[in-house]
């Protein structure tokens, strides 16, 4: 797609279904004021690569998945795409990783909102888009900007030409040789980020080449060893995830006591405190077990987001500003003025997520759950609330008990007709659930 305006949709431009196009699917565009700009799911990987502008989308500017690595630049001839006020700028879900290099953020020295491993290096310091003149890169590996879940990941650039090359070679279609370099790249550069990256990669070329069902025995094969490396850790928590979605959770609980035990008081172990609360919780209906997890995590992570969502799942969390990033009322008054919907969080979820909602008077009310069809999934509220700010909880189930599939979800609030609003209150968001 090439030099076109896309507005006002809940979703700008939609990417699914092995989708891959390196050099620029998309170039020239404007994506604007939509729910989300840019999405990408089930192991699509767009090029986003020249010149579009992409800004004042409510939640995401770019989303992608797990399984999806949509491409904003890599070398000085891509990019060049302006990204700004988003709610988020770009999202890259756990383990996949994105490269967004050479783009501007909306400032010369900026420190955008990006979510996940995004690689945001070497940024322009002026709007290429603005048509007021040429914009000049930050180069040199100290602008070398990415959120990882190592700290202080963001410094290392051992090995990442490597990397790029193998990235530029997947992206390209070559997926059995890409993961023949990535794996190299882990025994190679096992103490650094390129490693790290790598290996995450390893992951992803599998999903690519339907090869899924190998990734439990890559990942211990590559690593192993390198016991005690943060590479080690990384490529156990991957395989986590792998075994609860294969329905093993004995092994999985165990990888995750292992993590627990081999890398105490890091990152690492941080989430594998909330898979264990998770897995007992949710998956074996082992409440007692799963709290104690969340108690641990709680403890040892009393500002994080996960811990947020651990007081949700134990009922213990109350809105209030100032938590984290989650989104607050910022309205200080004991009674809100206006009527008020707020965008959901965590937001895309799993297992749970939480809806926050105003009333400047005691109203009826229902505030019910919707699929992509229109047809009712779950009423959590249906009834008379007071006045005041109230938030409820939502753990993916209809109203029968049976957890839902994974995607697009919409909520809505609705007030009956009284004196602040005449004709009633009606607003809808949407959210996405992930499995």
Known sequence: MASSTVKYNTVGVYFDNNSLIYGGSLQN???EENGDGVKCYQYSDPGITTNNVIRYNNIYGVYGDGTSIPHLGTYSSEGHNSLYFNGIEVWSSYPGTIYARYNWWGDPNPTPNVSGNVDWSNYLDYDPNSGMGKALAKEGSSENRSNEIANGAAADTVGMVEVDRAYKIFLEGNGEQALALFESL???????LAGRRALAFVCRCLYKLNRR????????????NHAGKEVF???QSIVTGELVKNGQYAEAIATSQAILSDFPKTTLAKY????LGSIYWYRLEDQKTGEAYYRQLIAEWPDDDLTISALATLGEWKPASGKGNVP??????????????????PNPFNPQTMIQYQLPEASHITLKIYNL???EVRALVAGQREAGYHAEIWDGRDDFGRRVASGVYFYRLSAEPNVTQPNGFHFTRKMVLTQ
Not at 186 to 192: A, Q
Not at 213 to 224: F, G, I, K
Not at 272 to 275: I, K, P, Q, T, V
Not at 329 to 343: D, E, I
């Open 29 to 31: 565009n404007i994506i």
């Open 233 to 235: 850790g990384l490529a």
């Open 373 to 375: 069809f229109g047809q």
């Open 328 to 345: 607050a009322f910022t309205n200080t008054q004991s009674v809100p003025t206006q009527y008020a919907l707020s965008q959901n969080f």
């Open 213 to 224: 069902n190998e990734a439990v025995a890559r990942m211990s094969q590559l690593v192993q």
């Open 272 to 275: 594998a405190l909330y898979d």
């Open 186 to 192: 882990v025994g190679k550069y096992p103490d650094h």
